[in-house]
Every structure is written in C-alpha cells, then in structure tokens.
C-alpha cells in the first residue's frame, strides 16, 4: 500500500504560511498609520524617541532600557534590532497629517513611491486636460464675453 506524503508536507506549509501572514499582519498593524514612527528629533535613528512618543513614556527612559540590554546582551541582538528597527519602521510625516486622505497618501508614498508618483502625474493630466478644454471654450468663435 503506497502512502502520499504530499498532503502532509501541503498540510505543514499551509500552517507554516498562515503563521508567517500572522506575524506580517501584526507587524504591519505595528508599523501601520496609526502604529510607530521614527522620530526625525531623534539622535540616532529615532527609534527610541519614535517607541516613546507610541508607548507615551519619557524618551529618557526608553534610551536608557535600550542602552541597558545594549551592555547586557552585546551587539548583536539589540544592536542588530535596533538597526533593521531604523530601517524598516517608517518616518514621521514632516508636517501633521490633517485628513484620512492625507494619511492614505502618506501611506501609499512610503510603501511605493512609484505609484505616488504615478497618481501625482495623473492628477495634474485631469488638470491639464481641463485646463485645456477651458482655454478651447473661451478662445472659440463661438463663446460670448458678455
């Protein structure tokens, strides 16, 4: 009797996967428009001033836990955290966001800047292209001025 062993192996990458989407999930819940910034009034990186304006605690506090586990453990857990931290974490938008529209620009910039670009250009085609039906409207022979 021939067993399959696919099934088994499909069964462990389903759950394998569905534990990674889990973990992206809730790192993208973290690191979400309403999750962490890094601070741009930070002194290395703004993660630590980043971590205390989320968790609402002094930055002071923040530096010297991180300082603390940065001496007892060495460089490379903490260090290493902290430098991918820096480098994934988004920045804080320079002035404050004042609408969702805002915040879904914002959002859509700093994870592909490309299409940013592209919706940007093609607002200012629709412009455009008004701009132009009115200058065809008003210098017809047709159009009235009074």
């Given at each position: 009797m021939k067993r399959h062993y696919g099934h088994r192996q499909n069964h462990n990458f389903k759950r394998y996967k569905r534990h990674y989407t889990g973990l992206k999930d809730r790192f993208e819940t973290l690191a979400s428009s309403k999750g962490i910034y890094?601070?741009?009034?930070?002194?290395?990186?703004g993660v630590c001033r980043g971590l205390s304006d989320y968790f609402n605690i002094s930055v002071f506090w923040v530096r010297i836990i991180t300082l603390i586990s940065?001496?007892?453990?060495?460089?490379?857990?903490?260090?290493?955290?902290y430098i991918v931290a820096g480098l994934i974490i988004k920045m804080e938008p320079v002035s404050p966001l004042s609408n969702e529209k805002d915040q879904e620009f914002y959002n859509t910039y700093t994870h592909s800047r490309s299409s940013a670009i592209q919706r940007i250009k093609r607002k200012f085609e629709n412009i455009e292209r008004r701009i132009q039906r009115m200058e065809h409207t008003v210098t017809s022979r047709e159009f009235d001025w009074e």
């Open positions: 890094r601070s741009r009034r930070g002194i290395f990186m940065f001496l007892f453990t060495g460089f490379w857990p903490v260090g290493v955290m």
